[in-house]
């Protein structure tokens, strides 16, 4: 069955028919993976919810648990703005008790939530992430408020929609105070032009748990297309100073994204676990290097990701790159930062 085309827009378009195109045997299949980083939503031609999770998790590779990130879907249609967001972790909940009941697969689909709570409202955040854990039925992690910003026009349709310097604000920084008292962390998505601001929130706040996303960002369109040289120096600096906030973790993902300029979308058939690895060994590897296995998950960032490859290749390819660490070193990074980071089990 042909899936619809989906209009342009800030995510490569999903086509299974394209992706069923590349097939591959599973690497290390008894490998545990815990994903922390998938979303759920229904949109237009673009439609991700327990179905097609499970059809992704149950695909070959032996995914023991998944993390769900926020995405604003789902909110509430009224009621006072800062909670309406509860609507998406009621949603989310909902989804992770019906994985819960064991009816659907061995996998614990959304174990682990990461909300949204808009951190401007200061001191006032204290009382809103309290609603949320409850409303979680106690799956609340985290939260994540996007901060992807940048001057190039170019770059405006992938912006979260926040104002330059938002994590330097002071009232969002009197709301992220509350994350670490309720023991909850802080995921970090922003382009990597803006790390120096999250290394400055990561030594403030020494206490609270940040996970920075998608592997800090690194841009290669806009402003670096054509420059990935010369984007990749700047990033890898970056990443090199956050490392040393030992409060940080990274996600090793996100790749896929157009934000990325990988062409591999493009062609005519889906790329290999074997191309996708040497194409994000550099970021991958530079990350593992800085933060080192204990303080690295590998991430799918589905759907977003799969409109470049599919969930088995995607894994095949992350498993390529890994193969060369130690057993504890792939435990840490499959399911081992992951299960501390999320507290899961």
């Known amino acids: 069955m042909t899936t619809p085309p989906a209009p342009p827009g800030r995510h490569l378009p999903i086509r299974s028919d394209w992706l069923d195109k590349r097939r591959e045997d599973i690497l290390e299949s008894e490998l545990p993976i815990i994903d922390p980083h998938h979303h759920l939503w229904d949109r237009p031609h673009n439609r991700y919810l327990l179905p097609e999770l499970l059809a992704d998790v149950g695909s070959g590779h032996n995914i023991r648990a998944t993390v ?29 008790a019906m994985s819960a009941s064991g009816k659907y697969g061995v996998t614990k689909c959304c174990a682990g939530i990461v909300g949204n709570v808009d951190l401007r409202i200061g001191a006032r955040a204290r009382d809103v992430l309290e609603r949320h854990v409850v409303a979680s039925g106690g799956r609340f992690r985290g939260i994540r408020n996007g901060s992807t910003w940048h001057a190039d026009p170019s770059l405006r349709i992938f912006s979260s929609g926040a104002p330059q310097g938002l994590l330097l604000d002071k009232s ?130 589905f759907p977003v990701d799969k409109g470049m490859c599919s969930y088995p290749v995607m894994w095949n390819a992350f498993k390529r790159l890994a193969s060369g660490c130690s057993n504890d070193e792939k435990t840490a990074m499959f399911s081992g930062t992951a299960l501390r980071v999320y507290r899961l089990w």
């Open 172 to 301: 969002w920084r009197e709301g992220f105070a509350c994350l670490a008292p309720l023991d909850l962390s802080f995921d970090a998505w922003m382009f990597h032009t803006q790390l120096g601001e999250l290394a400055d929130v990561a030594r403030a706040f020494p206490d609270t748990k940040i996970v920075l996303n998608h592997v800090g960002g690194a841009l290669a369109i806009g402003p670096y297309a054509g420059k990935r040289d010369e984007g990749f120096a700047e990033w890898s600096a970056s990443i090199r100073e956050l490392a040393g906030c030992a409060n940080v973790r990274v996600k090793l993902g996100g790749l896929g994204m157009r934000l990325g300029g990988f062409d591999f979308g493009e062609r005519d058939l889906p790329p290999s676990s074997i191309e996708l690895a040497e194409a994000w060994r550099p970021y991958i590897e530079t990350c593992i290097a800085a933060f080192g296995p204990e303080r690295s998950m590998f991430e799918s960032n």
């Open 68 to 96: 769900f990130l926020e995405c604003r879907e789902m909110y509430r249609a009224d009621g006072a703005p800062e909670l309406r967001s509860l609507g998406e972790t009621e949603f989310v909940t909902g989804v992770a």
